[in-house]
C-alpha cells in the first residue's frame, strides 16, 4: 500500500479559503494539468474528509468526479454508504489500512485539513507532491495545521 498527497496550496501555505471554497484554484491559469492524469490514473483508492466531500458534491452538481474508484470518506455521522462510496470513521479508517497494508493499492488522500493532519500525525503518508498556485489568501485553510510535527521530507 501506498498513501499518496496529491495537492494544490497557495503561495502562503492555503489549500482552500476560510469559508472552504476551493474556487481560487479553479481560477488559476495555466499549461496542462500540472501531472494530475498521469497521477490520477495510477490511484486506485480515494479518502477524504466530510467536509470535501459535501463541497465537491455541491460543485460538482452530483456528478462524483471519481466515480470511477472506491471513495472513502471520513465521517462521525452514520449515512450509508453506495457501491463506490463509503463512509467510515478513524476506527474503521484504521483497520481499512491494516487491511491494505500488504497490497499494492495506490491510495490518494484528497483532503481536507483535518484529515491531511491525520495521515500526517500518524505517519501513513508515504508520498507528498504539492503544486504551489500563484495564489495568495492571507488567510484559510492551512495545508499543514501540524505545527509540532517534524519530518525529514524526500524530494524525489
Do not use: C
Amino acid at each position: 500500500m501506498t498513501v499518496k498527497l496529491f495537492i494544490a496550496s497557495t503561495l502562503d501555505g492555503y489549500i482552500a479559503t476560510k469559508e472552504e471554497s476551493l474556487q481560487w484554484l479553479f481560477d488559476v491559469e495555466g499549461e496542462g494539468d500540472n501531472g494530475y492524469g498521469a497521477f490520477y490514473s495510477g490511484i486506485d483508492t480515494i479518502i477524504m474528509g466530510k467536509k470535501t466531500y459535501d463541497w465537491l458534491e455541491k460543485e460538482q452538481a452530483g456528478q462524483w468526479p471519481y466515480s470511477d474508484k472506491t471513495s472513502y470518506i471520513l465521517t462521525h455521522q452514520k449515512i450509508s454508504s453506495t457501491d463506490n462510496i463509503v463512509f467510515i470513521d478513524k476506527e474503521k479508517l484504521t483497520e481499512l489500512s491494516v487491511n491494505f497494508a500488504d497490497t499494492d493499492k495506490n491510495i490518494w488522500v484528497v483532503g481536507g485539513g483535518e484529515v491531511i493532519k491525520f495521515f500526517l500525525e500518524n505517519h501513513w503518508v508515504h508520498e507528498l507532491q504539492v503544486t504551489i498556485a500563484p495564489v495568495l489568501l492571507g488567510e484559510g485553510i492551512p495545508l499543514f495545521s501540524v505545527r509540532k510535527l517534524q519530518r525529514q521530507a524526500s524530494t524525489d
